[in-house]
């Protein structure tokens, strides 16, 4: 007798609860969680792999497929009629060709890629809470050649292209995988593998050469001493130097935010699990704090580290006296909307911004915002601000991002309007700017989009400068190395590709693997020992020394 199918409310609830957080859909994951209770369901936290869901209900299509022409001992192949999970099948009736096929049943597409906004949980499960690097369905992982090109892709509409529009995700291609790194001498590329889940965020210390922190999924933070240069041997493997295993007792407490302060004394943790955690470079929890109600998004010292700002899914922001240990003030400025990120403009300033379309500039001495700044027509997951504090950059779900005028941020005057980028297909994910300009050139900034393309703006005409379509899924993550010469992209295919600023070409470019999507990148410099760190869907963490890479040294 065949072993029964056993189908619980409780399973199909943590199914939709991790749908919820692919799609980005961070409320009603928060309400299905609460209503649900899955936070004492056995299954919250387990595994389940981004697109489970839709990857069920393709196989009920096809199961449904195969029911409905199966005709004798054949498959039918006279219908091309589709079948969707709404509408009911109606065969087309194709007169039967003369010769009797029997093919394998289709592979049905589930269109709605559960591309999350994952900020704070797994790639199955995340909400990187600034919106967790939003995934895709994982259809067959599209493989890249380390240092190849893929294939090429239909170009993306010029960045001067007026309303963006949501387009279906292109297809995902099949590239012939090349396991080694090319391109680059023995100890380019190393894996710092202590993890038990995915890898969410990473953070280089500032000040000391080589300590990387880390964090996962299941709550777990590592401490790194990644060496270099002579000391690097690619044959010694790197263990922890410490590891934070006891953060929290809660089911899902996955790791949203590392920051350190400027220092290099304190590291801020921010956790699904509402509590802003603070530890010392020897691990020691200098001081934590439970004020918030739902998961922190994004946690950050103020450039002189006297203070800490947060942003959390209970549609707050919280700053700390980090001498005094101690709340300074709660604001509600968004409303019931979530608040996504936040970033300080100067010592006492800073702007968040959240689910309500709307950024708020806020002063520590004030009582209600300096500004609002109004524009965008979708959630806005990410601000910074440039690096002389005069202008700040948003992105949002509405395919653009703007850069506002914040020189006058104190006067009582409306600032001025915002520049408009335009030309990206999708939402999205994160906006970096350019540490360097040269004398007379306008500043840059570089935005990545699941339309699976970085593009690099000119911020002063609102110009794209160039379109970067080399990824082939998602791009999550996208940063500029400290001396602003490169400009590097991460995203859901599992390739990390390197292009010069100056020229805008391809420098280089590493696959990470299968079913690897990079969460996110942190390149930091100390002296002339320059890293790159990668948090990887696979459980791991990656680190790349350009000082390694030929390519990015003749540039």
């Avoid at 004492?40 to 839709?54: A, N, W, Y």
């Avoid at 006296?321 to 936040?342: E, F, P, W």
């Avoid at 999550?476 to 295919?493: C, K, Q």
Wanted: with cysteine.
């Amino acid at each position: 007798m065949p072993a029964p199918l056993l189908i619980t409310a409780d399973q199909v609830n943590c199914l939709i609860h991790a749908y919820f957080l692919d799609s980005g859909f961070q409320h009603s994951a928060f309400a299905i969680r609460m209503e649900g209770r899955l936070d004492q369901s056995p299954h919250i936290k387990k595994h389940i792999p981004r697109g489970e869901l839709i990857e069920l209900l393709s196989k009920a299509l096809l199961y449904s497929e195969v029911e409905a022409h199966w005709k004798g001992d054949e498959l039918s192949t006279n219908c091309s009629a589709p079948f969707s999970l709404l509408d009911t099948h109606a065969c087309s009736l194709q007169p039967l060709s003369s010769t009797n096929d029997v093919r394998e049943p289709s592979t049905s597409k589930a269109n709605g890629d559960t591309a999350g906004k994952r900020k704070a949980t797994t790639p199955s499960e995340d909400a990187r809470a600034e919106k967790r690097a939003r995934k895709e369905q994982d259809e067959k992982d599209a493989q890249m050649n380390v240092d190849g090109v893929p294939a090429p892709k239909p170009k993306p509409k010029d960045a001067k292209s007026d309303a963006p529009q949501t387009l279906p995700e292109p297809p995902a291609k099949k590239l012939k995988h090349k396991p080694s790194v090319v391109g680059a001498r023995s100890g380019a590329v190393r894996f710092l593998q202590a993890h038990k889940t995915e890898v969410f965020v990473v953070a280089w210390n500032p000040a000391t050469k080589g300590q990387l922190v880390s964090g996962s999924r299941d709550a777990v933070v590592n401490y790194w001493a990644v060496p270099s240069g002579s000391n690097n041997d690619p044959t010694v493997p790197i263990q922890p130097t410490l590891t934070l295993s006891d953060l929290t007792k809660d089911k899902q407490a996955d790791l949203t935010a590392l920051n350190w302060n400027h220092d290099g004394s304190l590291v801020a943790i921010g956790s699904y699990d509402s509590i802003l955690r603070i530890c010392t470079t020897n691990g020691e929890t200098y001081f934590k704090d439970s004020h918030h109600k739902g998961p922190i998004f994004a946690a950050k010292f103020s450039p002189s580290g006297q203070w800490i700002v947060t942003a959390s899914l209970d549609s707050t922001s919280c700053v700390w006296d980090v001498k005094q240990k101690s709340i300074l003030r709660k604001y509600r400025n968004h409303g019931v909307a979530c608040c996504l990120d936040v970033e300080w403009l100067d010592d006492s300033t800073f702007a968040s911004c959240g689910a309500d379309t709307v950024i708020h500039i806020v002063s520590l001495v004030a009582t209600g915002p300096l500004h609002t700044l109004e524009g965008h027509a979708g959630e806005i997951n990410s601000i910074k601000c440039n690096p002389s504090r005069t202008r700040l950059a948003s992105c949002a779900d509405d395919g653009t991002a703007r850069i506002w005028n914040i020189e006058n941020m104190h006067s009582e005057k409306a600032l001025p309007a915002s520049v408009i980028l335009t030309g990206h297909q999708q939402c999205l994910t994160s906006i970096e700017w350019c540490p360097a300009a040269g004398p007379g050139e306008h500043e840059l900034v570089a935005t990545a989009s699941f339309d699976a393309t970085a593009r690099l703006w000119d911020t002063v005409t609102g110009d794209c400068i160039k379109v970067f379509a080399d990824h082939t899924k998602h791009v999550y993550a996208i940063t500029f190395s400290p001396d602003g010469r490169h400009l590097v992209t991460g995203g859901g295919d599992g390739s990390l590709i390197v292009y010069e600023v100056k020229s805008k070409e391809k420098k280089w470019s590493w696959y990470t693997g299968e079913k690897s999507g990079i969460f996110e990148i942190d390149w930091q410099s100390w002296g002339n020992t320059s890293l790159i760190a990668l948090a990887l869907e696979r459980q791991m963490v990656a680190i790349v020394d350009p000082g390694k890479v030929p390519a990015l040294q003749s540039s």
